[in-house]
């Protein structure tokens, strides 16, 4: 592994430390995804079972001892209760700008990697490439024989970039894809229990 690394180059520790970051950044987006998912159909049970009964404070402490997204925005809305129904809305409208942000941190890291790293595999292979026909070059100038051996050597190690930048790239660009999936379905529980909380509260201040 070692041998490769030295035949691409120094683009090739490019390569190398862009491997490093997404898979720190794929690391960190899991572990924060992982903290951040609850069970969202029971907890809008909960919440829904006290909003309803006016117990509003013990949905509130729920809310804070809940970790996640979710909890932090339904919590924004409960703390308007006695507003008007636009209120409640721009409330938790104003705390998913902040939350939303937050999941899809370092996303845009991942993208990146995934779209620059083919494109260091391209630059090492056409400098590998450059550096193979300045020795067949200087051979013809020296009228020293050209062996087809050198040309396919200075070949196979230009290769080398471009096959460690894709075995990058694709990794990655799967990784980003799966977040961006995760990011959303987040996004959907998150819309789903602010308009159903919306209604209960709504709903609760006509019946007052």
Known sequence: MWEFIIKGGPIMGLIILCSIMAFAVFLERMWHLRNAKID????????????????????????????????????????????HRHDIKEAIENAGIHEVPLLEKNLGVLAT?????????????????????????????SMVPVNPGDLAGGIWEALITTV???????PTYVAYNYLVSRVDN????????????????SDQRETA
């Open 40 to 83: 969202t159909k029971k907890f809008m049970q909960e919440i829904s079972a006290k909003v309803k009964n006016n117990k509003v404070m013990e949905a509130l402490d729920m809310c804070n001892i809940t970790r996640g997204p979710i909890a932090r925005i339904l919590k924004s809305g409960i703390m308007k209760y006695d507003r």
């Open 113 to 141: 990697i995934a779209h620059i790293t083919p494109l260091l595999g391209l630059l090492g292979t056409v400098v590998g490439m450059l550096k193979a026909f300045q020795v067949i070059e200087e051979k013809a100038m």
């Open 164 to 170: 460690a930048g894709l075995s990058i790239a694709i």
């Open 186 to 201: 987040f996004v959907l529980d998150m819309e789903k229990s602010a308009t159903e909380l919306v209604n209960i509260l």
